[in-house]
């Protein structure tokens, strides 16, 4: 039987989105980048905005973004994705707008862009991947390094009194009064894929009708950074990573939710 026989369109289960491009993720095996990437596309495909939409990938594992994505990208300089977002979408008010940004991006040297871009409320979309760690560079500790985690800068651990205490970027941004949706999901089950999904599609909605700034974090491994296999680099981010930095909604049309 030729294969051509099996794969039939009244049988097909899936279908990689065309606004993933061809070129094969060159994300370390586990990584949720590719995961991630792969909803954010699929929700753009399915909206019919493609010719719409520009992203934004700034320095470090989100550079690689405009590699696989299939809609117009721009590269801005570290920490500033949020900044030239802005431009973006003033000169553009029609377009959608996104940056996608790591931890060491956003949450460091980025973290006044950010800020003041929720603040101002621009009608933007972030998507924020948390790996607690900086991936690109050498897995050098991050604003969102856990208590006690080991990294390249930490080797004995986190230690609060020294080194300060791990930043909540997502509940910060969802006491701003200009963030109309703000949410934390990760990509590390199907079902936990589903709702990160679904965020995603209702973040780039609200820009439709001008809601302000919309906020998607999602939780990922590092397991390259973290030296552990990809299984047990998603079973220490259950154990460790959820808890503090808990999945589900902290902010519904502009609405505090959960006692945010």
């Known amino acids: 039987m030729d294969i051509k026989d099996i794969i039939k369109p009244e049988n097909l289960v899936y279908k990689k989105t065309d606004l993933m491009t061809d070129k094969i993720l060159s994300y370390c095996p586990g990584c949720g980048h590719g995961t991630a990437h792969r909803i954010l596309m699929e929700v753009i495909d399915e909206m019919g905005i493609q010719s719409e939409t520009i992203g934004i990938a700034p320095v470090g594992c989100s550079v690689l973004a405009y590699d696989f994505m299939n809609v117009d990208m721009s590269g801005a300089a570290h920490g500033r994705a949020p900044a030239l977002a802005t431009g973006i979408k003033r000169l553009w008010p029609d377009k959608f707008v996104f940056t996608y940004q790591g931890d060491g991006d956003l949450a460091a040297i980025g973290s006044a862009e950010t800020i003041h871009a929720c603040n101002r409320g621009e009608n933007i979309t972030i998507v924020f991947i948390n790996n607690g760690i900086y991936g690109m560079t050498g897995g050098q500790m991050a604003p969102t390094t856990l208590e006690g985690m080991k990294t390249s800068t930490s ?106």
Not at 182 to 204: F, G
Not at 217 to 225: A, K, Q, T
């Open 155 to 260: 080797p004995y651990g986190r230690d609060l009194q020294t080194m300060g205490n791990p930043l909540k970027m997502t509940e910060l941004v969802a006491q701003l009064p200009g963030t109309w949706y703000v949410t934390r999901q990760s990509v590390h089950t199907p079902r936990n894929v589903r709702r990160a999904k679904k965020a995603i599609r209702i973040a780039l909605e609200a820009q439709k009708e001008k809601k302000g700034l919309t906020f998607v974090e999602i939780v990922s491994n590092c397991n390259s950074g973290w030296k552990m296999t990809p299984v047990k680099a998603n079973e220490w981010m259950e154990e460790n990573m959820f808890p503090f930095y808990p999945l589900g909604d902290l902010k519904v049309e502009g609405k505090l939710v959960n006692n945010q």
